[in-house]
């Protein structure tokens, strides 16, 4: 796939290195608060890593309201079961996330392990700076000036 400037390349090796190291992984999207690409894996071309960043922040709202209404508190992981697929949703550092999509076929708890480990060794790497007050996932204090 081709890559374009406007993503972090210096990160997509990393997602790369997630897609290869995990048996039935297909994509990874690392994404900010507002859904935004920040980085993507080889394996994806940028119109789909930006449909998926949207779907996700979707995901990751629905969460959140889940969370609000329940007194559940934030959200850490989020995970869709399709027939075919898998879609976790994880945060990555201040101001991302982390998206991958892997066939029915992977072991969950080894994809989720690894997302979580990628996240820990590279989480400076991984921080996107605040883009005004919007804050999709509600991970700040929700307060506006």
């Given at each position: ?82 027939n075919d697929l898998w879609l976790f ?57």
């Amino acid at each position: 796939m081709t890559r374009t400037t406007a993503t972090h390349q210096d990160l997509d090796w990393l997602l790369d290195g997630l897609v290869d190291s995990v048996a039935e992984t297909q994509n990874a999207v690392l994404l900010s608060d507002d859904g935004l690409v920040v980085s993507h894996s080889r394996t994806i071309d940028r119109a789909d890593a930006e449909r998926l960043a949207a779907i996700c922040t979707g995901q990751q709202s629905l969460a959140r309201g889940v969370g609000q209404l329940f007194n559940g508190g934030g959200v850490h992981q989020v995970i869709v079961e399709l027939n075919d697929l898998w879609l976790f949703i994880i945060a990555a550092a201040q101001g991302t996330h982390l998206a991958v999509i892997t066939s029915q076929e992977v072991d969950a708890e080894i994809m989720s392990l690894a997302m979580h480990n990628l996240v820990q060794q590279v989480g400076q790497k991984l921080t996107t700076p605040a883009r005004g007050e919007f804050d999709a996932f509600g991970t700040g204090d929700g307060q506006r000036a």
